[in-house]
């Protein structure tokens, strides 16, 4: 199916007024970029970001702008027709010129292109002494002696590149051994767990509470080769699912990872106890530097001993020996 990109440029002012005059064409589904809008929203909502991308950052610093998609038929052109319309009408109404200069521009698109075009902000990373990160759509253009973990997360998880992610795979690198039964709490798209699979644990078993990474984490697997007999995945809360704790307590893990949120990260802590193997180890990250000691605080009440703590882009990751 193609479509039609229509950017219409307006002000931060400006935006509600827009948006209700695409309501009234019937209009309702609308992307809006506004770079305070962003600021405002990375700095209120850090911890719970995977990455952003600095060419992503560099887009958002533009005209504040909405963006919407028409189908390319028999009404495209009496569509457009309407929208010039109703802005020129709604440029009359800003008597003040607050709202920006409100014209649009078009561009032909692919609904293809529409889904996939965050893939561009997605390149080959290298991570740690050992791992290097490939997406599935862009080819390695030459060789390398590292371990390739290719990925296509789709649009439901992270890809693996924030700093988060990567400080996790560094201590997993350091821990993992042939002998390694792991747990990765939030595996997402099965980063951490396929990746301990390759660095050679013996088993790996990973969770979230979202449905999706039940098939997205296997495909993963699959993707990259791993034993599938020897990964498991559950989607459910291990903290208030209780039949889901027990199905996992049935053994002690040697190595426990964990990539989510300080308050998740807290709240972890007395489940985590209850499954790591004595000697085991637990690795913790997704912790913004400003809550970093509330972590710490919540560790030294449950006796939890941090034996390396590493930080990068105000986030901070570490290693609990048990």
Known sequence: M??????IYTSALGIDFVCDMLADLGINGVEIEDEQDFMDFLEDNKKYWDYVDDELMEEKKKETCVKIYL????SLQENLISLKTALTSLSARDEGGEWGRLEFETEGINEEDWANNWKKYFHPIS??????IQPQWEPLKEETDRIVFTVNPGMTFGTGTHHTTKLCIEELEKAVTPKTELLDIGCGSGILSVISLLLGAKEAWALDIDP????VALENAVLNGV????YHIYSGD???DKALFEKLAVRKYDVIAANIVADVIIALLPTVKKLIAPGGTFVCSGIIEERLPDVLDAMEKENIIVSHKAESGGW???SCIF
């Open 2 to 7: 193609e479509w039609t990109k229509v950017t």
């Open 71 to 74: 189908e390319n038929n028999e």
């Open 127 to 132: 991570v740690g002494e050992k791992i290097l």
């Open 212 to 215: 999706a990474c039940e098939h």
């Open 227 to 230: 034993d599938t007999s020897k």
């Open 238 to 240: 291990i903290i208030s």
């Open 316 to 318: 901070v990751a570490m």
